[in-house]
């Protein structure tokens, strides 16, 4: 583990801007997408050799290298009747072996965030909240051909093909709340055998909250309810800091208390005027967070990953120099992690 919380950076924020910034971020995250025709092996030659250039231009830069594995949408988000399609799962459990094989070659220290969004319609698609009782294609796969043909051993395949062929690699999985409470979500990540990883992925938002009080928002941040979408800095009014991060605590306790790395954060500038535009949505999760660092390696924290999760959302090209200000501020006095 770190010394001191870390810092990141994902999708949006290309490795061109983060140098011309003089940013020297501690993690870069990279998207990993599709089953099939058009899926991440096929965009460099030989298959997989997308990694390989990744990960050697993160290590480049002084950072480590983490990778966002989202196979799983392939057949239409929440679609849970692909898990247990043969010929799907057969290409999909391929690509997840090539993945950790590209990964372990680099015999660099990599992080994985294991199918974000999958847990969550899981969750709401599993009789009774429990995965075992959700048929999928598992033991098809040799090296899992122990794991039970549900969803609970889809989650023990995908942990034991990377102590297999990434051994360096730390992985986690990434629960979703979606309006439940953190002790539901918790007990069915344990009921997974998510303790069973090396970390938990905690996202707030995927959205600056700008975008969603607009009047009319774009598809991208359509849909989400009626707010509030702005976060309270002074933790009085809901939604504030210190509650997201009691509910991840509450979820952490049931989960061997692994550390967190907060993902896919949205980077927007605060104001006091509601809504924005494209790239311009106000938000208030980076500011808060790099003048608040303390409080969250305090509650076990490790790394705090920031992206946008839309075309429309904020990124260091667009916030005006937030981000590289603050993170410069940030490690001129960084926070302990405690071990």
């Known amino acids: 583990m770190p010394n001191r919380l870390l810092g990141g950076l ?5 490795i061109s801007d983060i140098t011309s910034q003089q940013i020297h971020p501690d993690i870069i995250d990279t998207y990993l997408v599709g089953v099939g025709s058009g899926s991440w092996p096929t965009w460099n030659s030989p298959d997989g050799a997308y990694i390989t250039y990744v990960s050697a231009n ?4 002084g950072a480590v290298p983490m990778f966002t594995l989202y196979q799983m949408a ?19 459990w391929a690509q997840v072996k090539l993945m950790y094989q590209k ?41 899992c051909a122990g794991q039970p043909d549900n969803v609970a051993g889809l989650a023990q395949c995908l942990l034991t093909l990377g102590r297999s062929y990434a051994p360096k690699a730390k992985l986690g999985f990434p629960p979703s709340f979606w309006g439940r409470d953190a002790t539901t979500v918790g007990n069915f990540m344990l009921k997974l055998g998510a303790d069973k990883a ?17 009047a009319s928002p774009p598809a991208e941040c359509a849909g989400r309810g009626n ?13 504030n800091f210190r509650q997201d991060l009691d509910q991840w605590a509450a979820a952490r306790s049931l989960l061997a208390n692994l550390p967190i790395l907060y993902w896919q954060t949205p980077m ?4 006091a005027t509601p809504g924005g535009t494209p790239g311009h949505y106000r938000d208030n999760h980076v500011h808060y967070m790099l003048t608040h660092p303390t409080e969250y390696a305090a509650r076990g924290v490790f790394a705090i990953v920031f992206s946008g999760g839309g075309s429309t959302s904020a990124s260091i090209t667009t916030d005006g120099g937030q981000f590289a200000r603050l993170f410069q501020a940030y490690l001129a006095n ?5 071990h």
Do not use: H
């Open 10 to 14: 994902g999708a949006g924020n290309s």
């Open 58 to 61: 993160v290590k480049a830069i």
């Open 74 to 92: 392939a057949k239409g988000e929440g679609n849970l009747a692909a898990v247990n399609d043969a010929t799907f799962m057969a290409s999909y």
């Open 103 to 143: 990964i372990g070659a680099t015999d660099l220290p990599t992080l994985v965030n294991l199918e974000p969004d999958f847990w969550g319609f899981a969750l709401a698609g599993a009789p009774g909240g429990d995965p075992t009782k959700l048929p999928a294609r598992v033991s098809i796969m040799s090296e």
């Open 198 to 214: 090396d970390f938990i992925v905690a996202q707030t938002s995927d959205r600056d909250a700008g975008c969603m009080e607009v």
């Open 227 to 239: 707010g509030p979408f702005y976060w309270d800095e002074a933790n009085v009014a809901t939604p």
């Open 268 to 271: 927007g500038v605060p104001s």
């Open 334 to 338: 960084p926070a302990p992690y405690p």
